[in-house]
């Protein structure tokens, strides 16, 4: 529980600040487009510090660096809380999300250390719920913690939960910590990961505010991540302590795990970025019910969590996995036919029904990446497995969004066109521009609407895709438990 807390806590503050920037901005004095550096600063370090978690665990010992990253995001938090200028803010926002980045996959490490691998399916599962539930849960929890109380909140509620952490981790674990070795810092490698990853990074946050590659700006921190990703790569394979073990991808098993769960991951976060926002743009909901509309995934999710580890175990985890995106698939197509009339219950279904295949695609991607994985190589297979995760929910929010409002322009204008306004106006009493303002509202509503069910068909499809793309996995030498790395 400690450890599934600890994961928690981590994921919810990717989002929870998400729906709290209108308040932070407003008590900072400064626009909403400053303000949404509070989440870039975050996501930005996060993805720096996630890959450097086989390197420090190597190093310092896994536990050992475990409680000191969780110590470290209960200070920043509280830092982050006291903030009165917004520099200070990105400041602690930075530290917040080097302190997180290793926290995740050491969670994930631990718990193959102190599990038999009997107990193993049980615990990933209630892990792997935490990194499904955190994203949907922050919205409503930033939201409501904002209206009621004060943004400030968002960060000082990680302190209990820092200090359960911590002290139960540190007091219990301690008989599995990993051993050490001294290893020289490879100061160029980590230098360009920082410069590439933050380039791209930025890029994706900014990018559509910017009119993607209409803006020099763009262009010049796309080609910065680019060139730089090419040059860390070679300088990575070459080195020989690289402060990233790239090498762990010469396990095909590991190889086509991490980029499932790279696009499964993906798709299903293009939900969690669509649906909040649509149902309070184009149907009226408050973000309470929006946020409760997308949080019956997790909900969903926890009832079979203990099923699929158990499935793992008596067959062909490629068989499970396959038939878990084709679930998810079909339910993410159950969006396409929603309407601007749609009731609450009838957005929630789909989102019930996506629930129960989520466990058997988490927990059995988990398993089958980093079954592939020798012990030694655990810590680095796991911190790159959960950055490319980080990476792919940052590129789909940017592309998710940005195909969303280009279709929905795209069908307004289609829609506008379309329209014959009848000589004696739309609704009597109403002068000539209160008609063409009612008229713009409905057809923004219902090019909104069109515009979601296209992201839904596609995100469909492509989980279909991946369904097939798992079977290049070789067969499992023998039934691995979830997350077995190789014992």
Request: hydrophobic share 55%.
């Amino acid at each position: 529980m400690a450890l599934a807390s600890a994961n928690l806590m981590v994921v919810l503050d990717m989002t929870i600040a998400n729906v709290s920037i209108p308040h932070i901005s407003g008590n900072l004095g400064i626009s909403p487009s400053q303000g949404t550096w509070v989440i870039t600063s975050y996501a930005v370090a996060e993805a720096i510090c996630v890959p450097l978690t086989g390197w420090l665990a190597l190093r310092f010992g896994a536990l050992r660096v475990f409680v000191l990253a969780v110590v470290g995001f209960g200070i920043f938090s509280v830092l982050c809380g006291l903030s009165p200028t917004l520099g200070m803010l990105v400041a602690c926002r930075i530290g917040q999300g080097f302190s997180g980045g290793p926290i995740v996959p050491l969670s994930q490490l631990l718990l193959l250390r102190i599990f038999p691998p009997e107990k193993r399916g049980n615990a990933m599962g209630i892990w792997a719920m935490t990194t499904l539930v955190g994203p949907a849960l922050g919205p409503i929890l930033g939201g409501w913690i904002s209206d009621n109380w004060s943004w400030h909140w968002i960060f000082f509620i990680n302190v209990p939960v820092v200090l359960f952490v911590a002290g139960t981790a540190y007091s219990t674990l301690r008989k599995v910590e990993t051993p050490t070795e001294k290893l020289p810092i490879d100061k160029v490698g980590l230098a360009l990961m920082v410069i590439w990853i933050g380039a791209l990074q930025i890029m994706l946050d900014i990018g559509r505010e910017h009119d993607w590659f209409a803006d020099p700006l763009i262009v010049v921190l796309a080609l910065i991540a680019a060139i730089g990703l090419i040059v860390f790569v070679i300088w990575e394979l070459t080195e020989e302590h690289p402060i990233v073990d790239l090498r762990v991808f010469r396990h095909r098993g590991f190889a086509i795990g991490a980029l499932s769960i790279c696009l499964g991951f993906g798709a299903y976060f293009a939900g969690i970025v669509i649906i909040p926002q649509w149902m309070q743009l184009s149907l009226g909901f408050t973000a309470t019910w929006a946020g409760l509309a997308t949080a019956f995934t997790g909900m969903a999710g926890v009832l079979v969590a203990r099923l699929a580890p158990v499935l793992i175990t008596k067959f062909d985890p490629r068989l499970i996995l396959s038939g878990a995106l084709i679930w998810i698939g079909a339910a993410t197509l159950l969006r396409t036919n929603w309407t601007s009339g749609t009731d609450f219950w009838s957005l929630a279904t789909p989102q019930l029904i996506m629930g129960l295949g989520m466990p058997f695609f988490f927990v059995t991607v988990t398993a089958m990446s980093l079954g592939s994985v020798p012990p030694k190589e655990l810590a680095s297979a796991a911190g790159l497995q959960n950055f490319m995760r980080i990476m792919a929910v940052a590129i789909s929010t940017s592309v998710v969004m940005t195909y969303w409002n280009n279709q929905a322009r795209m069908v307004g204008s289609d829609l506008a066109g379309k329209i014959n306004m009848p000589s004696g106006g739309m609704a009597p009493g109403f002068t000539a521009e209160q008609n063409l303002g009612a008229i713009a509202q409905l057809v923004d509503r219902e090019a909104l609407t069109v515009a979601t069910d296209k992201v839904f068909l596609l995100a469909g499809l492509l989980m279909f895709m991946i369904a097939a793309f798992v079977w290049l996995a070789p067969k499992p030498k023998s039934t691995p438990a979830p997350g077995a790395g190789g014992h």
